[in-house]
Structures are given as C-alpha cells and as structure tokens.
C-alpha cells in the first residue's frame, strides 16, 4: 500500500534529524566556528531579515567534506517535484528544503509535500520549477543553522 510505504519513509526521515548529532563531527572538523567573523569558519550562519530562518553558506572544504549535492526542482504535472531526500522534517513535523541561493550558500523554505514516491517528492507548493535544493547533506545544514556544530 502506497500510504504505508510513504509513512515508513516519513518516520525513517524524522528520525534522520537525530542522526545530525552524528554528522557533526564532520562539519566541526571542517574548520570550527559557525560564527560570521571567523574566516575559516566551516559554515557562517546569518540570521534572515524578516525571516527566523538563516542564511547558511559552508566553506569549500565543509561542503566537500559532507559531499553538498543539489538537485533542480521540476514541474509534474500539478505538483514541483524535488528528491525526497531534499526534504526535511522538523521535529514539530514541518516540511522544509533547503534552497541553494547561489554558490555554497543555502536558505530553509518551507514546503508542502502532497505525497512521496519512491526516490521523489511530489510538492502542492513552496517551491517553483527550476529552483535549486541540497539533495544530499540535509540535516548538516540542519544541525548547521540549529547552532549544534559551536
């Protein structure tokens, strides 16, 4: 049944957002601080204006390190459809993705997922065609903007 496959998939995922405490270590060892003035910073996080989500942008080296891939959102028929590993789940069970803005640079935006099928997401909003999303390496950016790497 297609409900039971893609609610297996929803809890494997939330329960990814534990895992970020395991992937930290690589982000920490990618060059320390997540602090704005640090020029060797793994990754800066600046707050958002008007926003409570922040501007992550990783170093080359950290985003080497957790081997960053994006993925480029598409039109199906209704819906955008982006890889579901592009999808993160808060822990108050929220829907985000993670918007590559330009070069290393990631913004969260919140989505709305209709349904998971197989490999892919089915979007009824949040993001348009062509949009640009961290596929792989999610919830290091998670862990990122959530300030766990200091």
Same mark, same amino acid.
């Given at each position: 049944?297609?409900?039971? %496959?893609?609610?297996?998939? #929803? ?6 957002? %534990?895992? *970020?405490?395991?992937? !930290?270590? !690589? !982000?920490? &060892? ?12 793994? &990754?800066?996080?600046? /707050? ?5 989500? &922040?501007?992550?942008? !990783? ?7 957790? /081997?960053?891939?994006? %993925? ?23 829907? #985000?993705?993670? *918007? ?33 999303? &961290? %596929? ?13 790497? /200091?």
């Amino acid at each position: 049944m297609a409900g039971t %496959a893609g609610t297996k998939k #929803w809890r494997k995922h939330i329960g990814l957002g %534990a895992i *970020v405490v395991g992937g !930290l270590p !690589l !982000l920490a &060892a990618c060059g320390g601080k997540s602090e704005a003035s640090s020029a060797t910073a793994a &990754a800066v996080v600046e /707050q958002t204006a008007g926003s409570e989500t &922040a501007r992550i942008t !990783l170093s080359a080296k950290a985003a080497s390190r957790l /081997q960053i891939k994006t %993925a480029v959102a598409r039109r199906d028929g209704d819906h955008t459809l982006i890889p579901y590993s592009a999808v993160f789940y808060s822990p108050s069970g929220e829907t #985000w993705a993670y *918007v590559n803005t330009k070069g290393l640079t990631f913004e969260k935006k919140a989505v709305v997922v209709d349904r998971i099928e197989g490999d892919r997401a089915l979007l009824f909003n949040g993001l348009a065609p062509g949009t640009k999303v &961290a %596929a792989v390496g999610v919830t290091e950016l998670a862990g990122a903007e959530a300030g766990i790497d /200091q």
